[in-house]
């Protein structure tokens, strides 16, 4: 069975007709949200950076949302290879433990935590990924606005019912509770316009980086938002994911890097967070042209564990018993390795007809 399945838009397919598909052709590269979904595309991740993009000299643009972030920030990284192999374990094997009566962690006990593992796993190594000779590196973040400007028992929940309300008439007015602020590599333009949402860039900094991508990763009511990020407006940061889930953008490539290649775990590029139940924007538009989506095929998905990606949902399925959800976790991304095998044969020999419609 073929795990891989390829979508382009029409400029992306034009492209890969004429020329095919080589490093120096690539201008972007999206990480979307979607918490231990992205555990998926870190072998392919292993392949690009490690391997086929260490052949081209044009910079790149990064721009991750949530563990996306994550995994662009890893990429900048010198040894990106051994980086990534360490990102899997750590986050295959995370835990926590629960105080007595507690039935799950608190926001509190996850934030503190993954603030010290994010530490520990950057360090002294921040120069590396705000250094990169040529990547370059967008981290994306949602700061609350009105009722969301601060975290509260009763504020919140209000805040991200309006939000919804709102996103529900257009997605443009989802601006007025929540805007999208990029935190990119010092004087590196935004990638892409900024028309769809409300949107400021911060310089992405020494002083601003972990907690630019703790933001990023924040998920409401599972962790606690970050408030007063160095060098940014005052506010409380959410995760990236909210206003950018699978960052549905317009983005802007050159003319020799025209290609914006998405590694992504659907077919389906949702904009936000607060679309996913507005189906009608899922589908593909005019800002996606460019792309080229490298996806599982869903049934192959069907054989990995519970037939299903690994999600957040398997915290709760397995409860105190991680070691169960590690292995299970382990085994979905040992099979992963078959995407960057596929990917790597196709490069190798271009087969058009797999390439399908975004």
Not at 158 to 184: C, D, I, K, P
Not at 221 to 232: D, K, N, Q, T, Y
Not at 264 to 276: E, M, N, T
């Amino acid at each position: 069975m073929r795990a891989l399945r390829l979508y382009a838009g029409p400029r992306a397919l034009d492209h890969i007709r004429t020329h095919g598909l080589q490093p120096q052709h690539v201008g972007a590269i999206p990480a979307a949200a979607g918490g231990p979904k992205g555990l998926v595309l870190l072998a392919i991740d292993r392949f690009l950076f490690g391997d086929w993009l260490t052949q081209a000299t044009q910079p790149i643009d990064l721009i991750g949302a949530s563990i996306g972030a994550w995994r662009m920030a890893t990429a900048c990284l010198n040894d990106p290879v051994a980086a990534f192999e360490q990102l899997e374990h750590e986050y295959v094997h995370q835990h926590y433990e629960l105080p007595p009566g507690r039935k799950r962690p608190s926001p509190e006990q996850i934030s503190a935590t993954f603030a010290q593992n994010l530490r520990r796993f950057y360090g002294n190594r921040l120069g590396e990924v705000l250094n990169h000779p040529r990547w370059r590196l967008h981290i994306v973040t949602s700061r609350g606005r009105h009722l969301l400007a601060r975290e509260g028992r009763l504020r919140t929940p209000l805040g991200y019912l309006g939000a919804y309300a709102a996103n529900a008439m257009s997605r443009a007015a989802l601006g007025a509770w929540l805007e999208r602020v990029v935190f990119s590599r010092e004087g590196t333009p935004l990638p892409f316009e900024t028309r769809d949402l409300r949107t400021r860039q911060v310089a992405l900094s020494t002083e601003n980086f972990m907690d630019a991508l703790q933001a990023s990763c924040s998920i409401p009511f599972v962790l606690r938002s970050v408030p007063s990020i160095a060098g940014a407006p005052p506010g409380t940061y959410w995760d990236g994911g909210i206003t950018d889930y699978h960052l549905h953008l317009h983005y802007r490539t050159s003319v020799t890097s025209p290609v914006v290649l998405y590694p992504h775990f659907q077919r389906a590029v949702v904009p936000g967070w607060l679309d996913k139940a507005w189906k009608q924007r899922h589908r593909s538009t005019a800002a996606l042209d460019n792309m080229l989506v490298l996806a599982p095929d869903p049934d192959w998905v069907g054989t990995l564990p519970h037939g299903k990606l690994p999600d957040r949902s398997d915290f709760t399925r397995h409860g105190a018993d991680w070691r169960s959800r590690a292995r299970e976790w382990t085994q979905a991304v040992q099979a992963s390795q078959q995407l960057a095998d596929e990917f790597a044969d196709w490069l190798a020999r271009p087969e058009i007809g797999r390439v399908e419609a975004l």
